[in-house]
């Protein structure tokens, strides 16, 4: 791979030259306008402190669990991966040598425009420049123009939201948003999921803290309910425009408010069983789309990923391993329950994500084509990539337009990919259009408004920024 | 956009140069060849009767529930969009407003190809073009030449199938054909559904209906075995080719008569289950199916939408308002009962069609390249639309070949449409031949023979036309 | 259909010139590579015996259910295509008539190749070339040339692997191997089905057989587990490098040995359940797992099938006629239990086949790139064919990269089409990597080092060759 591939003015965009040039024009209408980020995993608190990026294999490998699943898949044992038990320079070495299982991949694809655009990385990586560039980034994370607020300013971002403990004081939102020195907004974001999740073995221990601090004094599950309302006002009041639900399936429920308690003081004795975790859940999305409605916070829901599928590496290295798996998901009848009471509640904001490609023109088309508090979300997680993202806009849009999705959404912690990936998604974005417009299904014109709409108005549209 | 993409002599076809001249020329063989439309839901009173067809918006909004649908998600709330509530120029205001939604869809293409072809519209839609556009195309229904029976030669229509009731007298379509000046034919559809559904409110009183004035005397279950069938040969002597049948699922099932009439029974006397449902159903598809085995009719199934998905809406203004929501279907273990008995019985033909993509490649196409029986069904509602046929026909293809598909099937109330969705059909077809074509799998001149029994001879030949 | 499309040199190739030039040059790279095919069906004894080929008919049409299935559709009953009731000359003529069904078709594809490539044909097949391309053939066919060691080393065969049935002497492979006149790998492969799936009726007594034969005098369940382990290690001693299974469903389950003892008791005893069944089977992938930690066999898992689907053919005609019909799978949870305990195993190879595309990004993919035993099985079935094994790539390589392939699998047992499949396959990868290429997703160069490794490399390291 010669270095010019992720400088290439036209990577990504599609072979046709015809298709091509229209392409073009469509990503440079765009290609200037800044980051909106309104869902991923970024630490507040490296914003507020200015926090310097610490060694590359920190930076770009141990954390990124897309980075370490494939190098793992190749034969290296995790703790080779893991800081507790090798050097950061050993870490880069291994993955120096793994980096050419990363070709064809999103994360490959992600890297390579971060080496390039980001690091000005002059070599291809490999185990001869497993050194020097390493020592290449190091120098690069030292400079004083490479801390997270210069960066936030060199990658044109201008909203970027994290994702937040309902516990969390919200201190480096506070902070940053009272920084007469700094321009982005960050934002954060209510996700509940280890305070709804009775299967979470802390979860018992997280709601009593919950009701203590935040329940007016009420206990039991009414108590529970009125934290989780505060505390959803509290982000609001921290500028929060969303809250954010992991959840097992999409399945909503809406239960009395009697079987409620029951289900909830069952779970805290211990004695939930697996169902009841089910159940439980779904009646929490039903509680929390009803708060969404009363509140305004945007609900997105992540549904469908068997978390902590290898047992003993989970036990060895903790959760967010690289061994979360998708399933089948269904949201048509799931999604029901919630969506008869809410689907049409005013100004309510419901962004459905899916790791099941089918659902996409079966299903969410369908939901969002009718209910106008339904959002296609994009192309999430294993599925924001290139070609998966030009087979999402393939599946929804002759059902469902373009006016009912999400616009991009990031979900990364990795800060330094931000620029790659919204540049991916634009040029994907682009690459969809211009076959439409090469095809006659729109005019040349109307796809440039729509890549500005795409790009820009829905994020802020949809979030609500 | 500009008025000319809908009148472009190349919309829809692939943008590789090499590989749209080849499309060009595919599509230029079939371009004069007369409609075939063996399944639709226009009203044969309107051409027995020659109605003119009413307002802008009444042709064109309020009747398509793709089009309300996508307005409704917008926000417009249904009401905006109903006769009782807005005269047809308002409503067509809010439709010209909602104009932008419907780029990239399905529908968007069709009401565009219309407002060019058949309106002759000189403007973009729009809120500033609302009120002239809406003169214009009433101006042009008033015309005699804008009459169902001329535009039925205009749009050089052969064969056009309704969908009726098993009680309908069937005057219209017996005037219809005994019309010497009219020369099309307009051939009824048999369709049970209200008449097996035990679900269905009217069910019981329907059956009632039905076992009085076709059952030959006899009653309860085997006076409705013997109404539908003696139903069932009063559509064929009026020219009936097929049966069609809108189930909740594909399953079917051979109950024995002591089942069949406990069920049928338990379902008049009100105390069904919705599992009595799904298996009273199923049974009476293996029913049909042994029906259509003797009296010839062609048997399609439509599965795999969850009707009326939206109660409140339901409630305030009835079924068939746009929430109908598909979701996953399994046909192989559903569909073995009939397929068991019947799959390679003389002259039965079983159309299968789904909602579901996912079953194309994985069912559908190895069902039909086995049982002499089975053909795939045109892709439907949601899904015939330009990348879903093309998806469809890269599912089916290499599997089954072309000689197991159904041939196009508008499946629409909306008459003025009907040629813009052959034509786009046909324009699919031909991009996905001359890419065969051109990726050297087909010669060109068997291109030719193909799109011609694509678009001709197959329906002929699977409706018994 | 000229003939000259069999032999164009851009068959299968993508239409846009620009990346039609990039696939030329990496088949190029590839295309007198041997041929690896480390599953199939090829009789051994064929091979050590030098046999000629039968009759065309026997040759390329009855044995290939593939090619019958299709006939059977279009109307032709299943005896005019089987030896017992017609000549082989007539059933070359049925063929011949039916033959432009297998337009678009892989069937159709692979026998056209090999009408050019190997049989020189220089006419279009039809039913008026019946009779002298059944000639042309036959006289082909009794060249000494023709013969399958001939032909062997004409396809540049180098590894091929058969299918064998545990009890299996291995005489043919040990004949094979000892022959210092012919140069190939002839390969068996462990096939355990008939010993494992307790529905089949000749289970019991196969088990008896088998405990009998090689249970080291132990009994029972003990001498069952002793027994497949003695046979696995004569296959190795023998060359076998893997073991394939052809179950229902991919539901693996750790059941202790009581429990796996209770059941294989009552299996014997006839009374098992479609349950039982499953359990058993899922039983035995455990164990089949555990064995291939322990002797090194690669593990390949083909679930998925409805075998038999039409029993009036079955009971007529037998298995393997043309009517197994894929449904729906699920990996994700069904996996886990033989994952969990195996995943991670030093030098354990899994490999994961699907008829069930959806599988593929949802499921397959995400395994693949974290598990290091698990690899993605290449398209099978239903699913080898040209638009199938794009949509494979376009739906794994973003997950997991190019290394976790298992290559191209031909399963077939219709020896002659061996080269067109692998050429096929071959052609695909080059179409798919230059379209990489075209959008700057990954340098040519290194597309060049990936389509050697896709083809040559990835078989030896997956399958241990």
């Known amino acids: 791979m010669s270095q010019s591939i992720a400088a290439h003015p036209d990577r990504l965009l599609p072979a046709d030259p015809g298709t091509r040039s229209i392409a073009r024009s469509l990503l440079e209408r765009v290609q200037d306008l800044p980051i909106l980020s309104p869902h991923g995993h970024v630490d507040a608190a490296v914003i507020e ?8 294999a920190a930076l770009l490998v141990t954390p990124d669990h897309y980075v370490t699943r494939l190098i793992h898949a190749s034969g290296v044992p995790m703790d080779r991966l893991r800081p507790e038990n090798a050097t950061p320079r050993e870490i880069w070495r291994t993955f120096c040598e793994a980096w050419p299982l990363f070709d064809g ?147 909503t429920l809406k239960l009395d408010e009697a079987e409620a308690q029951r289900l909830f003081e069952h779970a805290l004795s211990g004695n939930a069983t697996p169902q009841d975790r089910d159940v439980f859940e779904a009646h929490m999305m ?48 799931a999604i029901r329950p919630l969506l008869q009471d809410f689907g049409t509640a005013k100004d309510f ?20 084509g009718f209910y106008p508090s339904v959002y296609l979300g994009a192309p999430w997680w294993f599925l924001d990539a290139p070609d998966a993202m030009l087979r999402f806009r393939s599946a929804v849009t002759e059902t469902a337009g373009f006016s009912r999705s999400s616009g991009f959404i990031d979900d990364t912690r990795a800060f330094c990919s931000i620029p790659a990936r919204h540049d991916a998604s634009r040029r994907i974005e682009a690459s969809f259009l211009a076959r439409l417009v090469a095809e006659h299904r729109i005019s040349e014109e109307r796809a440039h408004e729509l890549i500005v709409d795409i790009v820009d108005s829905a994020p802020r549209r949809v979030f609500k920024l």
Not at 113 to 142: H, K, Y
Request: charged share 20%.
């Open 105 to 251: 991949t999103a994360s490959g694809y992600w890297l390579r425009t971060q080496f390039d655009g980001v690091f000005g990385l002059q070599q291809e990586l490999g185990p001869e420049t497993a050194d020097s560039s390493f020592d290449a980034i190091s120098a690069r994370l030292s400079e004083p123009g490479f801390r997270p607020r210069e960066l936030f300013k060199d990658f044109n971002i201008e909203v970027l939201a994290t994702t937040d403990d309902p516990l969390d004081s919200l201190s480096s939102h506070h902070a940053i948003a009272n920084d007469a020195a700094f321009h982005g907004r960050v934002l954060p974001t209510f996700r509940p999921d280890a305070y709804i999740n009775i299967a979470n073995p802390a979860w018992a221990s997280n709601v009593e803290r919950l009701i203590e601090s935040a329940g007016d004094g009420a206990t039991g599950y009414r108590g529970y309910i009125t934290a989780l309302e505060n505390r959803r006002r509290y982000f609001v009041e921290h500028g929060a425009v969303s809250a954010d639900h992991g959840v097992r399936t999409p399945l």
């Open 286 to 333: 039903y509680q929390m789309a009803r708060m969404s409605v009363a509140d305004g916070l945007v609900m997105t829901i992540h549904p469908g990923s068997f978390r902590n599928h290898h047992e003993p590496t989970f036990k060895a290295f903790g959760a967010d391993t690289g061994h979360d798996i998708p399933f089948a998901v269904n949201y048509t009848e």
């Open 49 to 56: 402190h200015n926090t310097p990026f610490p060694d590359p």
């Open 349 to 368: 904001h419901l962004v459905l994500f899916t790791l099941d490609e089918t659902v996409f023109s079966r299903e969410l088309a369908p939901l969002a």
